[in-house]
């Protein structure tokens, strides 16, 4: 269902933060898979990463370096994920970050690395290398729907969102780029996401900023149920807007971390429309819980059945499915006579079993929507919480099983 994200929306570039890319060579030739981000003096950068234990080299050298230093520049190669490498990995990485640095004339504690590929292989520093001098030379402002492309891997489409406010006459420019569509699972995906401002505000504040965002979008979805080793989200303000710094008691903060948080929502909704092989965008939503977190254990097993995703992908409303996910999430004392579960405004689940007025061409005409929602209601409490997902398809399988050849 690649086509609903491939018209770009309008891209606001932000000052003091340039993107410029290359063709390396890194996995395929004559295609974008190197990127370098250049951020002004003084901008602040909050990161999160994957929780996978076997995170990749450049999330150990990345947090190494972001702990150290400010970052004076992002660099992103594809086409290699440089994970499960040992110490040649982090030295590989390291060494990517001092060419950079030798290039730029800056510190190599001051570059972030971050790749994204097949786990398992040595990354090709050479190729790296020798793409280096291109990207910084095309470095721009402009550079983002370049940048969109060259962070893709298996995704159909680049993928970026953009918003602008107005804070008594200052402009506040919030954009931002992500990649995925395979290997999708909260904690976070296997995702990069790039987010930009030109708001200035304390380094804390930016990741309380990050920390809420990430939470309602890029640890709201899921693919497949597999995490990433590589998975990183960056969030940088260049303070570069005309707006005063922005402080967590005033209004202007609270309307800016939303603006933050509709970007990352953008983004995570784009990364589950492009799903390896999707053809149906679903949102699973939980009410009622006792509490979030069975809410969204709930949404979860739903969301990782195949036995539901494939039934999704046939438009089959084979509702026993559902039901019996719902069954087995494992929430304690669940009365089962007391949930009800929706298509959209179809009543499928009632009072224990099939709800009476249920048809299966009511539940079908929902399952050929390319959207719709699975609504449970769990009559436990007054908690909700939702997930977006995907169907699973017959490409899904085709892709993965073709990823390395």
């Avoid at 001092?98 to 040595?122: K, M, N, Q, R, Y």
């Avoid at 303000?237 to 967590?248: E, W």
Wanted: glycine share 10%; with cysteine; charged share 20%.
């Amino acid at each position: 269902m690649n086509s609903d994200v491939s018209i770009l929306p309008e891209i606001h570039p932000v000052a003091g933060f340039r993107l410029g890319t290359a063709c390396a060579g890194i996995k395929s030739p004559g295609r974008r898979d190197l990127v370098v981000m250049a951020l002004d003096e003084g901008s602040g950068c909050a990161a999160v990463f994957t929780r996978n234990a076997f995170c990749a080299a450049p999330v150990t050298v990345a947090r190494d370096h972001l702990a150290a230093h400010s970052p004076e520049y992002l660099l992103v190669n594809t086409g290699n994920a440089n994970a499960g490498t040992g110490n040649q990995g982090v030295r590989d990485a390291r060494q990517c970050c001092a060419l950079l640095a030798d290039l730029a004339g800056c510190s190599p504690e001051t570059v972030v690395p971050f790749s994204t590929g097949v786990i398992g292989e040595p990354l090709p520093v050479t190729r790296i290398e020798g793409g280096l001098p291109v990207a910084l030379a095309s470095l721009s402002e402009d550079g983002w729907t370049d940048a969109a492309q060259g962070i893709m891997t298996t995704d159909t489409v680049p993928k970026l969102a953009s918003r602008r406010l107005d804070m008594d006459g200052h402009t506040i420019t919030v954009t931002g780029m992500a990649k995925g569509a395979g290997m999708i699972r909260p904690d976070m995906a296997t995702m990069l996401a790039f987010v930009a401002t030109d708001a200035g505000l304390d380094v804390n504040l930016l990741q309380t900023c990050l920390n809420r965002a990430v939470a309602g979008s890029f640890n709201r979805i899921t693919v497949d149920g597999d995490t990433s080793t590589n998975d990183a989200c960056v969030l940088v303000a260049t303070g570069r807007s005309s707006l005063p710094r922005l402080t967590p008691t005033g209004g202007h903060y609270e309307r800016f971390a939303a603006t933050v948080a509709d970007v990352c929502r953008d983004l995570a909704r784009a990364i589950v429309r492009d799903g390896e092989g999707a053809t149906k965008f679903v949102t699973i939503a939980v009410e009622q819980g006792a509490t979030s977190e069975e809410c969204l254990q709930t949404a979860y097993t739903i969301a990782h059945s195949p036995l539901v995703k494939t039934a999704l992908f046939a438009s089959d409303p084979n509702w026993g499915r559902i039901l019996a996910a719902v069954g087995r999430a494992g929430l304690r004392d669940l009365n089962v006579e007391g949930v009800t579960i929706y298509l959209d405004d179809v009543c499928i689940v009632q009072d224990g079993g099939r709800a009476l007025n249920y048809t299966e061409a009511a539940g079908q005409g929902v399952l050929r929507r390319k959207e719709f929602t699975i609504r449970v209601v769990l009559g436990r409490g007054d908690r909700s919480e939702h997930v977006w997902t995907c169907d699973l398809s017959y490409d899904y399988v085709r892709i993965n099983a073709e990823y390395r050849s």
